[in-house]
């Protein structure tokens, strides 16, 4: 019998009790609060996130032609044109924009040196700078904002759902009256 054997025969092994606390408490690890890595949105960037855009950032510098078809964001220096067609453009706060601009909308927190042709509105923020001239249905000019140049206010282009729809009886029309906007109102009065 080895040394170690008889140990074991003598005294049996005594249960092992839980494991005691420490006599120096740990304190709790504290997690840092986590971080998104994403990129702070502007509230001038439009909400509706199932369309794409485009973003040109403050470190960018563009000569050329600029055609896209998703909104753009343009932070940076462009020279040269802009063409959205059917779209929205923004020039941030940091953007210089010295071309002629062509979009559906286009709000200005920047400097534009340039025409803008905006098929449905314009806007000119606060601290903004707009030198060229306006073409456009509608215009938004906040105070403190620059602008220098004219403007021409067109009629936005009628639906071509209407144009398509079948012409309705004729009935006696009402005189035409004006609304707020301009446009004519024609009421039907049936008997």
Known sequence: MSIFT???????????PAAAPP???IEPKKEATPLSSTPFKTPEQPPDSTRGQASIGKAVKINGQIYSKEDLYVDGDVEGTIELQEHRLTVGPNGKVHSSVKAREVVVLGNIQGNVDA?????????ARLVGDIKTARIIIEDG???K????????????SAASSPPRP???????????QGAA?????KR
Not at 119 to 127: C, M, Q, T, V
């Open 6 to 16: 008889k140990r074991q025969e003598e005294a049996p092994p005594a249960p092992r």
């Open 185 to 189: 109102v024609v009421a039907e009065v």
């Open 145 to 147: 904002a620059y602008f």
């Open 119 to 127: 098929s449905d509105k314009l806007e000119i923020r606060k601290d």
């Open 23 to 25: 006599s120096n408490p």
């Open 170 to 180: 004729q009935s006696a029309p009402a005189p035409a009256a004006a609304n707020s």
């Open 149 to 160: 140049g004219s403007i021409d206010i067109v009629k936005p282009e009628p639906a071509k």
